[in-house]
């Protein structure tokens, strides 16, 4: 009944940040209408996008998400009137943030999904977990937290053999 | 090329905020006054806070005179008790922030008796107190100063400064960023941040970094990392900018006490920037209820959003 699974060599891990009064009930629309998506993405419920502070995406980055999805209802459609309004605010200024200090933004995706569009959830979630998937692992903040150095690189002959002297 | 800036008018300022601080401290307008007074290096300044009139003698206005004050009214800085209506020094760039803080209902104008100075720049961080103002020596803030004047104010000397064209500094180091691939501009802030000790300093400076608990040193949830380590310093530099990006009034204080010299002010300028052009939000000396992230129109631009 299922068509043929394709095997891939590297499954992005995709967070969800959604809405629960929309994009919530747009995908579990596509669930109880058996449409298939990847299942790569991660739903985390918020009462409202107003709700999604912008360090969550920064969180699931470092947490070692491959690419975030923040989707909540129309504008317009806010279950608190303005909630979305705000978030889209914050969330243009977040990317241009995250653009300038060298995150790729197509790694970052953000969509309005109706409680109506079960098929428009399934397609952004294909879409953005295809261009992850081409793009690779996200490797910068993972390296990030690996890293041990501080007050920056040891750039001088006298540091570093005081520091193999330790 | 280095160009000399005339700061001949300082003197004059000088004496005129000494004559009003003296009358205003004598006839009781005001309880207390916060200014600028010589420190012991040579050509240096220290903030000071004076509460009688002999000590209006004190006050000096020169280009080492580079600290905001605005950040010693806020409630972060509780140890200064305020009573009364208290009289304030302030620059073009304080009183930006100033106008922000009394925005955000930390500060009444009622409440303020606000001495401005007409500015013709202060040093760089970089520099030593005593040297001459420059176009080299000058804040890297001040070549992109707008508000040489402050507007507002209930008294400001009647001198005006020469102002010549300057290189933007800022301006030209966002664009040489901006210019970079995605690749190169990380490894540019990794670089950046892997300097930073977590001090905290550009925290404690900052006249909008007011929050009673900051979110950096809450642990349920941990949002930022508190060790100074390169993924803690990353996230907390960004999360820094975000809270103030729409309220930053660009006096670059944090770049300014920043002892490993992380240019910080960039990425507040950078939202500046974004804001301007997204939501065409300026700081400036008016007082605005909402800022442009805790407002919004149906109109803005959602080309991003799917």
Known sequence: MHPEKQKHTFEPKIIAFVCTWCTYAGADLAGTSRMQYPPNVRVLKFPCTGRIDPVFILKAFQQGADGVLVSGCHPGDCHYIAGNFHARRRFAVFR???????????????????????????EVVTDLTEKVRAMGPMTEFRELALEEQWSGAINTPELEEAYNQI | MTKSIDTSIYAAVSEAIRAEAQRI???????????????????????????????????????????????????????????????????GCDLKALSGLMGESQLKREDLYLIGVPCAGVLASTVQPATELTSDSIAPKCTECDAQLPGGCDFVPPQAPLTPGQTRKYAAEIARLEALTPAERWAYWKEQFSKCIKCYACRQVCPFCFCEQCLCDRNKPQMVDTTPRPAGN??????????????????????????????LNLLNRKMAKELKELYDYEAGFEVNDKGPLNSYTEKDDQSFIK
């Open chain 2, 234 to 263: 990353t996230a907390w530099h960004i999360v820094r900018a975000m809270h103030l990006a729409g309220r930053c009034a660009g006096c670059a204080e944090c770049e300014r006490v920043c002892p490993m010299d992380i240019p």
């Open chain 2, 25 to 91: 401290l004598s006839d009781g307008t005001v309880t207390a006054i916060v200014g600028y007074a010589a420190a012991r290096r040579k050509g240096s300044a220290q903030p000071i806070v004076i509460s009688s009139a002999d000590d209006a003698a004190k006050l000096i206005f020169t280009p080492a005179c580079v600290n905001n004050l605005a950040v010693y009214l806020t409630k972060a800085k509780k140890e200064i008790p305020k009573k009364g209506k208290v009289g304030i020094v302030v620059k």
């Open chain 1, 96 to 122: 241009k943030l995250l653009e300038f200090v060298g995150v790729d933004l197509n790694r970052l995706q953000f969509s309005w999904v109706s409680a109506a569009e079960g098929g428009k959830w399934v």
